[in-house]
């Protein structure tokens, strides 16, 4: 099973810290999460800010991040078999993903321990241009290869 995998993030550095994380799976189940605890206004990109922040949710989808990583756990138990991430930005999406997943030193068994880049495969369909809304994004991302 393949799931598609974006994330919004502070800025694009290595010190881009975690805004919002989404999945969407290849039979259409979905997680969504947003960060209270890792990123503060000041860490973000004026596009950020402008583009990002005036789209994210809040609400119940607005966790800390122990929080954020016991519901995306709880999310990959619903899978029976290995799931694949499909990333279109591996060098930050994954890694930002990594951070959130692994816990006390263990990676879910059910998770492949690494990215497929979504650029190199193949689409089936025309993508639209990415609203840069994490659950958004990775809803047109997944829709390009189903």
Request: proline share 5%; net charge negative.
């Given at each position: ?34 960060l ?28 800390p ?46 998770v ?11 689409p ?9 809304h ?13």
């Amino acid at each position: 099973m393949r799931l598609f995998l974006d994330c919004e993030f502070t800025r694009l550095s290595a010190e881009a810290k975690l805004i919002s994380l989404a999945l969407v799976a290849e039979d259409g189940r979905e997680f969504y999460v947003e960060l209270l605890d890792t990123w503060r206004e000041e860490d973000c990109s004026d596009f950020v800010v402008q583009v990002v922040l005036p789209q994210l949710w809040g609400g119940s989808y607005s966790l800390p991040t122990a929080e954020a990583r016991l519901s995306l756990l709880k999310f990959l138990t619903l899978f029976k078999n290995e799931v694949e991430i499909v990333t279109d930005a591996p060098q930050y999406d994954w890694e930002l993903f990594c951070n959130l997943v692994y816990e006390d030193g263990r990676w879910p068994r059910i998770v492949r321990n690494f990215p497929t880049d979504a650029t190199t495969l193949a689409p089936t369909s025309e993508g639209e241009e990415l609203p840069h809304h994490a659950l958004l994004d990775a809803r047109i991302i997944a829709g390009m290869f189903s």
